[in-house]
């Protein structure tokens, strides 16, 4: 199912960068869930539809009417996970997450779950397996201490990420359950952001936008503004203007819009 992830350095601009992209940030139908997360006054705010549509949904819609330098957004497929609590993004504190392509870990569940501080299983609010594998990751920043650091560096959140999926991966193993697929993943706590791809198509476009010209003649890129779109899902979406990421590896893109790439498992 489809999701998106924008990170820009012009919040009031965000609305005019995407426009020309709009049509690659439609889920088509059926929806069972979407939501829509994103960064304002530093506090992580979420737009959530628990209701299911059997029309497109334009997952950047909420935006139209948003300044934000920052945003997540998914839409999901009935699963059998119905209600607010489980329509992602998820959130704790400071840090937005979701991630595509995840089915019931049944036991390994459990086994995870002892991998996770009380603290933060008391913000485990729904039961998707996104959420408890995001919770797995905050775990992760914890044993580090890194958890409320505003400016951990991306490479960090990378290997946090990298050691989360290691886990998830031994214990779906001992569960006889290798070869689940785990989708890909977004993740930001406002200030940089962090894409995985793991097994399903993910595309990245730089964002621009034109500085009006003089007497009405179509201007030229404003090099003032900086910004970068990812989308995963929709094989069927045009390509124009994209540039596949490569499988098995993170996007970093810092705080300074600085985008690099890493093996996701180094």
């Known amino acids: 199912m489809k999701l998106f992830a924008c990170i820009c350095n012009q919040p009031q601009r965000l ?76 959130r704790f504190r400071r840090w937005m997450f979701a991630q595509t392509g995840t089915s019931a870990l049944d036991g390994s569940a459990l086994r995870l779950l002892e991998h996770i501080p009380e603290y933060l299983r008391r913000n485990l609010k729904g039961r998707t397996p996104a959420e408890l594998i995001f919770h797995v990751f905050l775990s992760m920043l914890h044993d580090e201490g890194n958890i409320d650091d505003p400016n951990l560096p991306p490479a960090a959140q990378r290997r946090a990420l990298s050691a989360t999926f290691k886990l998830v991966n031994t214990e779906l193993a001992r569960a006889g359950k290798e070869g689940v697929k785990l989708g890909n993943v977004a993740l930001t706590n406002g200030r940089s952001m962090v894409l995985a791809h793991l097994d399903e198509p993910l595309r990245m476009r730089r964002l621009t936008v034109i500085a009006p010209g003089a007497d009405g003649e179509r201007g030229e890129r404003d090099p003032s503004f900086r910004g970068v779109l990812f989308v995963s899902g929709g094989d069927g979406d045009t390509k124009d203007g994209f540039e596949d990421v490569p499988p098995r590896s993170a996007v970093l893109i810092s705080r300074e819009l600085q985008v690099s790439f890493a093996d996701l498992a180094s």
């Open 15 to 90: 609305h005019a960068a995407l426009a020309p992209v709009r049509a690659a940030l439609i889920a088509q139908p059926p929806v069972g869930r979407w939501g829509l997360g994103y960064i304002q006054g530093g506090d992580v705010l979420l737009v959530r539809t628990p209701k299911g549509s059997a029309s497109p949904i334009d997952l950047a819609s909420a935006l139209d009417e948003l300044k934000t330098d920052c945003a997540i957004a998914q839409a999901v497929r009935e699963d059998g996970f119905a209600g607010t609590d489980n329509t992602p993004p998820f």
